[in-house]
């Protein structure tokens, strides 16, 4: 079963835009990923932010996470044709091995 | 690139066949994950492997086994194979220390049952 689901599923913005997708989850989390998967292929580690943290950035990536309402957001400013890609959340549970659970996924479309 | 390596790349196999995958990891990386993608669909966790020894399970039945060598090289086994297995089966090594938690990916091994 899927952990977190994302909003929206599908996104298309013109190149330069700024894109925000989000992810809500349900149990207690150790930290959440953000994962990027480029036509079906493997999936590249974007950010990762622990449960004690609010806000983390990476160059043009910035990731919110708010244990209270079990979501998270990624934003990711002046977006670029190359990022046309599907965007995943991941979370790894608290406690015990650290299973990695993905959600649905959102694809992006980035049109130059 | 990530150093994860995983073969076969595509693999077409028939009802009721067996099929191995088999995965690299990364340098240093102590542990294995594998995952099933359905088309449209993100990945599902199957298992994971700490040091040989699996250390966890989705919600996959037993005909899927795993097994990891001392190499930290990994194999997924699937039995009796059915039309839902065909999938993008993924898997991802990473270092197993302090809570944290950053996976490789490999790029995957597409299988088509029919």
């Known amino acids: 079963s899927q952990q977190g689901e994302e909003d929206p599923q599908a996104l298309s913005i013109q190149e330069g835009e700024n894109a925000t997708m989000n992810c809500s989850y349900k149990?207690?989390?150790?930290?959440l990923q953000w994962y990027r998967q480029n036509s079906g292929r493997g999936l590249v580690h974007l950010i990762l932010?622990?449960?004690?943290?609010r806000e983390k950035h990476s160059g043009r990536l910035r990731v919110t996470l708010d244990t209270s309402k079990k979501s998270s957001s990624l934003l990711i400013t002046a977006s670029r044709a190359a990022g046309t890609a599907s965007y995943f959340c991941?979370?790894?549970?608290?406690?015990?091995?650290?299973?990695?659970?993905f959600g649905t996924g959102t694809k992006l479309q980035v049109i130059p | 690139e990530t150093g994860v390596t995983q073969s076969p790349t595509h693999l077409i196999k028939t009802r009721g066949q067996q099929v191995t995958l088999r995965c690299s990891s990364q340098?240093?990386?102590?542990?294995v994950s594998w995952y099933q993608q359905a088309l449209g669909q993100g990945p599902q966790f199957i298992f994971q492997?700490?040091?040989?020894?699996?250390?966890g399970r989705g919600n996959f039945p037993p005909r899927f086994s795993g097994l990891q060598f001392p190499n930290y090289s990994s194999e997924l086994n699937v039995n009796a194979l059915e039309l839902d297995d065909s999938a993008l089966y993924l898997c991802?090594?990473?270092?197993?220390?302090?809570?944290?938690?950053?996976?490789?990916f490999g790029p995957g091994t597409r299988l088509t049952v029919t």
């Open positions: 991802a090594s990473s270092l197993l220390a302090g809570g944290l938690y950053e996976q490789y």
């Open positions: 149990t207690s989390i150790n930290n």
């Open positions: 932010i622990r449960s004690n943290e």
């Open positions: 991941a979370t790894v549970a608290s406690g015990g091995y650290q299973k990695v659970t």
């Open positions: 340098s240093g990386h102590n542990t």
């Open positions: 492997y700490y040091r040989e020894e699996e250390n």
